[in-house]
């Protein structure tokens, strides 16, 4: 088993960043693809950034350029550094991991973080 505890989210002005954190305890990390995905009121959990256990990167369109996901495995930690937040971006984000490529149906999920962008 593999526990999932996110944090880092809050109350920002638009223009703004945060960055997220997700750490794992329970097996080894670096073995595990980890996600991040979002929710906001009324819409379906949607992908937003992955990392692989070699460090490759995936982001969704539109937190290219802005999104940041990253990884240390000697801490058991992923992290989701986000810039240039819009209101768009408001959301519970949820961390995940899964030993294949992390998708809506990964394995393991943390219980979300509130992320708020003010206009």
């Known amino acids: 088993q593999v526990q999932l505890v996110e944090s880092g989210g809050g109350l920002v002005q638009a223009g703004g960043s945060l960055r997220l954190s997700c750490t794992a305890s329970g097996r080894t990390f670096s073995r595990y693809y980890v996600g991040w995905f979002r929710q906001a009121p009324g819409k379906e959990r949607e992908f937003v950034a992955a990392?692989?256990?070699?460090?490759?990167?995936y982001y969704v369109d539109s937190v290219k350029g802005r999104f940041t996901i990253s990884r240390d495995n000697t801490k058991n930690t992923a992290f989701l550094q986000m810039n240039s937040l819009k209101p768009e971006d408001t959301a519970v984000y949820y961390c995940a991991a899964d030993s294949q490529q992390v998708t809506a149906h990964a394995d393991y999920w943390g219980q979300g973080t509130q992320v708020t962008v003010s206009s």
């Open positions: 990392i692989g256990r070699t460090g490759r990167t």
